[in-house]
């Protein structure tokens, strides 16, 4: 079964640091871009980052730049988004995408469910 | 704010047919395909349309989707409970170098 499962979250104070991990199975994953999207409780989606299939290339979304830094282990299947200098609202749901081959980069068809990231005091 | 727009809510009757706009501009839209998400309560977003109108397998051909210029469209023909979902529109912006998100449509099936 093609899965991704997110792993990583919880409560942390401002100014704080996590990393997030996103376990990859049932694909080829060093074949594929991927993604991070959060989404704030009640709130829309936000593209956060995406990286190449080689973890070569990364782009950020100009609210995380600096902060957040996304990575990928091909060996263990597994992506990673490292996050410092938490903000409160940074508070969301984190979930990982893999992008889809041949489309263009805004079309992710599998995605995680997500861990949940509290930033509070 | 998102940067691509979309109507806050929606609604029909079982059998209708209701449409869901994305507007955007030169830089995203303009130039880039137009992907769409379904998400139902509780659940992880589903691809719904890639490419302005292909629909991934197992998909129904109830959606369907379409672009022109800078704007795109998401029909939902022979309306069905269960397709009360939040429905978001996304793009490449390439002024940003990221992907753009539209503020969410809330499908409401009366």
């Known amino acids: 079964e093609v899965q991704l499962v997110e792993s990583g979250g919880g409560l942390v104070q401002p100014g704080g640091s996590l990393r997030l991990s996103c376990a990859a199975s049932?694909?080829?994953?060093?074949?594929?871009?991927m993604h991070w999207v959060r989404q704030a409780p009640g709130k829309g989606l936000v593209w956060v980052s995406r990286?190449?299939?080689?973890?070569?290339?990364?782009n950020y979304a100009d609210s995380v730049k600096g902060r957040f830094t996304m990575s990928r282990d091909n060996a263990r299947n597994t992506l990673y988004l490292h996050i410092n200098s938490l903000r409160v609202d940074d508070t969301a749901v984190y979930s990982c995408?893999?992008?889809?081959?041949?489309?263009?980069?805004?079309?992710?068809?599998?995605w995680g469910q997500g861990t949940m990231v509290t930033v509070s005091s | 704010q998102s940067v691509l727009t979309q109507p806050p809510s929606a609604s029909g009757t079982p059998g209708q047919r209701v449409t869901i706009s994305c507007s955007g501009s030169?830089?995203?839209?303009?130039?880039?395909?137009v992907n769409w998400y379904q998400q139902l309560p509780g659940t992880a977003p589903k691809l719904l349309i890639y490419?302005?109108?292909q629909r991934p397998s197992g998909v129904p051909d109830r959606f369907s989707g379409s672009k022109s210029g800078t704007s795109a469209s998401l029909a939902i023909s022979g309306l069905q409970s269960e397709d009360e979902a939040d429905y978001y529109c996304?793009?490449?912006?390439?002024?940003?170098?990221?992907?753009?998100f539209g503020g969410g449509t809330k499908v409401t099936v009366l």
């Open positions: 996304a793009a490449w912006d390439d002024s940003l170098n990221g992907v753009l």
């Open positions: 049932g694909f080829s994953f060093s074949s594929y871009w």
């Open positions: 990286i190449n299939s080689d973890g070569s290339t990364t």
């Open positions: 995408a893999r992008g889809v081959v041949g489309a263009s980069a805004s079309a992710f068809d599998i």
């Open positions: 490419s302005n109108s």
């Open positions: 030169s830089s995203n839209i303009g130039r880039n395909t």
